[in-house]
Every structure is written in structure tokens, then in C-alpha cells.
């Protein structure tokens, strides 16, 4: 009998108070709140605090997936954190993560897919639940993008925020997961990425977050809509079938331009956007853990998750809730 992945759980954490966008302005960066929200949605962010890390903000996030799913962290058999700002170099913070649930055992590793990490990482679970080789999965998506952003750079230190979202997984005989498609594209590696690294103790190169918008914009735009076709088509759906998108969470106007090129309503769209920024990996189960909790996402429903970001990397995963 064919085994599927189901989405047992959900959860969340967000560090401190939001961040509005004229606290930004009050810090000395040369911005303003119109144009904030008028080139991208984004209101406010949440930052973490200068010791706080993607694996702690990960466990906050797991503790309430596993409540929900009604297990423990001992009963998981698998960990996967997609993150692009782990803790240390290593060991990776997926293993941090575990040792600060107090699970031993489970296979745990992290996932670098930048913003389309989470897809990744819940992809790859997945295909560990499919096979038979594992029946409990956790995956989180934890980010600290804050320590990576240039401050002086308003072109993108205005876009981003921390967080952490986490969903437990569990070996299912219905549905589940359905569908899923992955795809990058190295060629476009310069566009988005931080181009630095630890070599002879000391950072060389570039330790902060560069993008060139506008190229990452069209782009983003236009893998989305083809990735979200293919995904369904794997299973003989349209997007007409969809009951709730929830997209990376970058920038509203890229937000309307899929889901139009889609032809999905916005009121289908999950958007946190506004209030939580650019999160990364952390953006999409962030998303979808609100919508879960306030019940506009019920068991069920046809869910499609995307992905887009830094590699270029970008994918789609179809869902029933
Ligand atoms: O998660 C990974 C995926 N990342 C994304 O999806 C981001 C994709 N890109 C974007 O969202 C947009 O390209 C941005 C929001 C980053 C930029 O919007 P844009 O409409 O492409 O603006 P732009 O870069 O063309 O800049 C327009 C103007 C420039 O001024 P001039 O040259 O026209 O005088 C910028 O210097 O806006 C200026 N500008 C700002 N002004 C006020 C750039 N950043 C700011 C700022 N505040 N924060």
C-alpha cells in the first residue's frame, strides 16, 4: 500500500515586538514608510535579539507543532531545519535543534535553499515518509537574516525579518501530500547572495545580503506560475482546484503578479507578509501555521506551497490539509 505524508501539526514563533517601518526611519536609514509599502507591502518585521539564535527560535516553533500533532519530540525519527543562517558553521543547527528537544537518534540535518528552503526541506521529508524509511518528521524553517543585512543598504535591509515556522510530518494511508517540484538554476547565483565566508579565522569576502531587485523580481514571477502549473499537473489538477496559496512572502506586488498570472483570487493568497517581512525559509510556515490557527485553512483543503529565492532556487508542494 502506497504511504503518504500528512501534515500533522503546525507552529510558529515570531522574536519580540514587530518593528515598523518608521522605527527604521528613526534608526537613520533613508527610507520612508510610503515607499516601503508602496514598492513592496511590508509594514513591520520582527528582529531577533542579539543572542538569540535560528535554533531557538526553531524549538519555540517545533514545541507547538508537536503539541498540535499530539507526540513528542522523542516520538520523531526525523529533523530537517532549512535555514540560511545557522547558528555555527557546524554542527548544523537541525542537530542543535534535536539535542535542545531532547531527541537522540532521529536523523537530522539542515537544508540550503535560501527562500525556497522549506519547500526543499518538507519535499525531502516527504520522499523519507514515501519510502518507508521514517514515519515522524519535523521540519522548520528558522531564519536570523537580520545579522546578514548591510544596514546601510536600503535596497534590502528594509525587506527582511527573523522568525521561525515548524510542521510535523507523519507516515499516512490517505493524503497528505501530493505533489511536489523543485528547480534552481546556478547561472543566476549573483543576483541574490551573501558572497562571504570564514577562512584563516577571519571573514573574507562579502558578509552581507546583496541582490539585484529588479533581475530577482522577473525572475521569481516567472518560475512561479510554471512551477505551481507543473506541480498540480503531476496529479491531474489546475490551479482552479486550489483552495489556498501560500507563497514565499517577499514582495506583494510578485504575491498579485503569480497568483494573477494563476488565475487565483487574492482572497485565496495567505499574506503575512505586511507584518512579518521577508523571512526566508521561515516565510512560508510562518504563513501557513497563522492561516491553520485562525481556521481559514481546514482538513481537507488543497494547499499549494511556493518558493523562490537565492540560488536560484525555487519550488511548488501540493498538499491536502
Ligand atoms: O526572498 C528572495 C526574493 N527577493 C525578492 O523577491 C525581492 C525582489 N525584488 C523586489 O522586491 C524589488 O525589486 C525591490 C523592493 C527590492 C525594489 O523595488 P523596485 O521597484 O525594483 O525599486 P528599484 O530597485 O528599481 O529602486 C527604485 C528607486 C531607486 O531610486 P532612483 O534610482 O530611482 O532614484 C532606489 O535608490 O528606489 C530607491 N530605493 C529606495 N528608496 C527609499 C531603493 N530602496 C529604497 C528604500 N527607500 N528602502
Redesign the pocket.
Known sequence: MRVFSRLAGVGSYLPGSPVDNNALVARG????DK??VD??GIRARHLAAPNETSSQMGREAALKALDMAGITAADLDLIIVATSTPDYVFPSTACILQGSLGNRGAAAFDVQA??SGFVYALTIADKFIQSGSHRKALVVGAETFSRILDWRD???????GDGAGAVVLEASEKPGILASALHADGSQAGI?SVPGQVANGQVTGDPFLR????A??KY?VRVLTTVARECCETVGLTTDDIDWLVP?Q??I??IEATSRKMGLSMEKVVVTLDRHG?T?AA?VPLALDEAVRDRRIRRGQKVLLEG???GFAWGALLFEF
Not at 536609514?29 to 520612508?32: F, L, N
Not at 536600503?154 to 527582511?160: A, D, N, P, Q, S
Open positions: 536609514i533613508e527610507t520612508s515607499w516601503i514598492r513592496t535560501v527562500c536600503r535596497g534590502t535591509c528594509v525587506l527582511f541574490l541582490m539585484e531587485g529588479q530577482v523580481f521569481a514565499h517577499a514582495n506586488r510578485i521577508n526566508s516565510s523562490v529565492g537565492g
